[in-house]
């Protein structure tokens, strides 16, 4: 397997968009997660509050980090029909095989034809 790591120093960065879990607590305070970082979180008072908390997390989070595009290929696996491939060649009855499924396209291409 073949792993790529592509790594850019870009001047200009693109933006990043994260999706928030926003949750009332029962104390009457408004928690933010970023999910699929369950520990960057934010508490506050109001939702506006809990987000620009996680938000600020996030970003201090990332001055210490970077993010890199990971390209993996794809094993390659083997047909699982090419095992078959072949297999009647040396049946001494193949070629009428071959013969009968001739002839019956032909007639179905002469039928869809008259159609």
């Known amino acids: 397997m073949n792993l790529v790591v592509k790594s850019t120093s870009i001047t200009t960065v693109p933006k990043l968009t994260y999706d ?3 949750e009332n607590q029962q104390d009457g305070t408004v928690k933010a997660t970023l999910l699929g970082l369950p520990d960057c979180q934010g508490l506050g008072n109001t939702e506006t509050e809990a987000i620009e908390k996680v938000r ?3 970003h201090t989070r990332l ?3 970077k993010i890199v595009t990971l390209e993996i290929e794809a094993p390659k696996v083997e047909n ?3 095992k078959f491939a ?3 060649r040396d049946n001494p009855l193949f070629g009428e095989v071959l013969e009968y499924i001739e002839a ?3 007639q179905v291409d002469l039928d869809n034809e008259t159609k």
């Open 20 to 22: 928030v879990l926003i």
């Open 56 to 58: 600020q997390s996030l």
């Open 63 to 65: 001055e210490a980090a």
């Open 80 to 82: 699982p029909w090419i």
């Open 86 to 88: 072949g297999m009647h």
């Open 104 to 106: 019956e396209r032909n």
